[in-house]
């Protein structure tokens, strides 16, 4: 408004106007205190997390996230782990059974051999003393 205008008006417009400005300068200020407490409030963040993407993963849970999963996989390995080691050690016990067993069934057959054999070769020292003792020697 101008001058002009201001000084035709009355008393009670002319606090009417100001009233009203008042109003706005209150509510504008009120408006200013909630946005600065809002930026406030985001700069701490931001400030406590280092950056908006670190703020984000945390916020979005990813970190406890990867954690559990990557707990979860040392587990699994774990159990597999032992799982094989038993897989082995039974594997183990059944391989030296079988290697046991192989060398009674090695030692039966050589002796299956053995008897035999044996006889014979006495059997050819007798038939060779003899004929030794059949034939003169001279």
């Not at 009233?19 to 400030?47: H, S, T």
């Not at 990813?62 to 032992?82: D, G, L, M, P």
């Not at 057959?109 to 001279?138: C, F, I, M, T, W």
């Amino acid at each position: 408004m101008v001058d002009k205008e201001l000084k035709r008006m009355k008393r009670a417009d002319l606090l009417d106007i100001l009233l009203q400005q008042n109003r706005e300068i209150d509510r504008l200020q009120q408006e200013l205190k909630i946005a600065n407490q809002q930026l406030a409030n985001r700069q701490i963040k931001i400030e406590t997390c280092g950056s908006i993407a670190e703020a984000s993963l945390i916020l979005n849970g990813v970190f406890e996230t990867a954690q559990a999963a990557c707990q979860q996989y040392i587990e699994n390995i774990k159990q597999r782990s032992e799982q094989q080691e038993r897989i082995c050690t039974e594997m183990e016990r059944r391989t030296k059974e079988k290697c046991e067993q192989m060398i009674l069934d090695a030692q039966r057959q050589a002796d299956a051999y053995r008897e035999p054999s044996h006889q014979k070769a006495q059997q050819v020292q007798q038939v060779s003393e003899g004929l030794k003792n059949a034939l003169p020697l001279e």
